[in-house]
């Protein structure tokens, strides 16, 4: 059984809690877009609430084979009109937790995948276990 990474030069989130993730060390706070090619930026999407279809259309310029979106603390499934331009180019898109959704990226950015993970943080709302302590990857 294979214990370590096939890729040791991409981004790799290491821990994430409510209000920030953090990828190589640095913490990052609000919604975050990470490519394993280029690295982490902001994601211009505040909360699901505001999601559009802009928002999924602003990813294309990565040029991800894959797109894992990273929901919040909740699965929820953007629209999918919002997904038809990145459908279009073949590009497909995965929705799952933001805990899962990291998780996922680190599998398939260290297989050496073009894959770009675009997350919506944790509330800081409610309770849970992710307030407990960091989440370490």
Same mark, same amino acid.
């Given at each position: 059984?294979?214990?370590?990474p ?8 290491s821990?994430?809690?409510?209000? @920030?993730? &953090? ?16 690295g982490?930026?902001? @994601?211009?999407?505040? !909360?699901? &609430?505001t999601?559009n ?5 602003? $990813?294309m ?7 894992v979106?990273g929901?919040?603390r909740t $699965?929820?499934?953007?629209k999918?009109? @919002?997904?038809?331009?990145?459908m !279009?180019r ?10 899962a ?9 260290? &297989? ?5 993970v675009a997350?919506?943080?944790l &509330?800081?709302?409610?309770?849970s276990?992710f307030?407990?302590?960091s989440?370490?990857?």
């Amino acid at each position: 059984m294979k214990l370590q990474p096939d890729q040791f030069n991409v981004p790799f989130i290491s821990a994430y809690e409510p209000g @920030w993730i &953090e990828v190589n060390g640095h913490k990052y706070t609000g919604s975050l877009v990470i490519s394993s090619v280029s690295g982490c930026s902001p @994601w211009s999407v505040g !909360q699901f &609430e505001t999601l559009n279809a802009e928002c999924f259309h602003e $990813l294309m310029q990565f040029n991800p084979e894959l797109i894992v979106f990273g929901s919040g603390r909740t $699965l929820r499934f953007p629209k999918p009109l @919002w997904l038809a331009g990145l459908m !279009q180019r073949g590009i497909g898109v995965e929705s799952m937790d933001t805990p899962a959704a990291c998780r996922t990226y680190n599998i398939l950015a260290s &297989e050496g995948r073009r894959v770009l993970v675009a997350l919506l943080p944790l &509330e800081d709302a409610t309770p849970s276990i992710f307030q407990i302590s960091s989440h370490k990857m």
